[in-house]
């Protein structure tokens, strides 16, 4: 449960009920994350907004690597469980576990291995990303700095998301437990996943 009053999904109204059946639409449900934006339900469209443009010019897989990093590294479960889930499918949970045992140099390959530590250092302190580890990416492995400039984008983005979710005790809802133990324990390094029943609108519910 949050940490504030939010308005439940049975008595929202206006751009706050827009807002929850819109996320209802992706999850089946109202995702405890979009509860904690009721009282700015613009700020929620317009990170949306945001948060499209960023991804648009990277492709999937790289878009899920680094939100999936990211969120992990910030210890913020369920934007770790949603996209690790989604790599999963990409790559193989094991794969990812990989990934989350900071072993990723065995799975991945040298660029990716490198996008994935530049993306930690980025959610750890971004104070300590040096100039020598943009240079490998850009001169060894071969990206440009437009591509450079999208990875830090997404990792700060995320670090965005997540503080605002976890300052506000937004929990990881019930519904991922549907995804296998073993990847779930792992992905699961911040608040534990709700046994709460997620809330439904009205129209969801009809």
Same mark, same amino acid.
């Given at each position: 449960?949050?940490?504030?009053?939010?308005?439940?999904?049975?008595?929202?109204?206006?751009?706050?009920?827009?807002?929850?059946?819109?996320?209802?639409?992706?999850?089946?449900?109202?995702?405890?994350?979009?509860?904690?934006?009721?009282?700015?339900?613009?700020?929620?469209?317009?990170?949306?907004?945001?948060?499209?443009?960023?991804?648009?010019?990277?492709?999937?897989?790289?878009?899920?690597?680094?939100?999936?990093?990211?969120?992990?590294?910030?210890?913020?479960?369920?934007?770790?469980?949603?996209?690790?889930?989604?790599?999963?499918?990409?790559?193989?949970?094991?794969?990812?576990?990989?990934?989350?045992?900071?072993? *990723? %140099?065995?799975?991945?390959?040298?660029?990716?291995? #490198?996008?994935? &530590?530049?993306?930690? @250092?980025?959610? !750890?302190?971004? =104070?300590?990303?040096?100039?020598?580890?943009?240079?490998?990416?850009?001169?060894?492995?071969?990206?440009?700095?437009?591509?450079?400039?999208?990875?830090?984008?997404?990792?700060?983005?995320?670090?965005?998301?997540?503080?605002?979710?976890?300052?506000?005790?937004? *929990? %990881?809802?019930?519904?991922?437990?549907?995804?296998? #133990?073993?990847? &779930?324990?792992?992905? @699961?390094?911040? !608040?534990?996943? =709700?046994?709460?029943?997620?809330?439904?609108?009205?129209?969801?519910?009809?």
């Amino acid at each position: 449960m949050a940490f504030i009053n939010t308005i439940p999904a049975s008595e929202a109204a206006g751009a706050v009920r827009d807002m929850y059946r819109q996320e209802e639409e992706d999850w089946g449900y109202v995702p405890s994350y979009a509860t904690v934006f009721c009282y700015r339900p613009e700020v929620m469209e317009r990170w949306g907004r945001l948060l499209a443009e960023i991804r648009r010019p990277v492709d999937q897989y790289r878009g899920e690597l680094v939100t999936f990093v990211t969120a992990l590294t910030l210890k913020h479960s369920p934007c770790s469980l949603a996209h690790g889930n989604q790599l999963a499918g990409m790559i193989g949970a094991e794969n990812v576990v990989a990934i989350a045992d900071e072993r *990723e %140099a065995e799975v991945l390959s040298a660029a990716d291995t #490198a996008i994935v &530590r530049f993306a930690r @250092t980025i959610a !750890r302190d971004a =104070s300590r990303v040096t100039a020598a580890q943009v240079d490998e990416l850009r001169v060894v492995h071969g990206l440009g700095d437009d591509e450079i400039f999208d990875i830090a984008a997404i990792a700060a983005s995320r670090s965005f998301f997540t503080k605002i979710l976890d300052a506000l005790g937004a *929990e %990881a809802d019930k519904g991922f437990m549907s995804i296998d #133990a073993e990847l &779930r324990n792992r992905l @699961t390094v911040g !608040r534990p996943i =709700s046994q709460r029943d997620p809330e439904a609108t009205a129209k969801a519910r009809a």
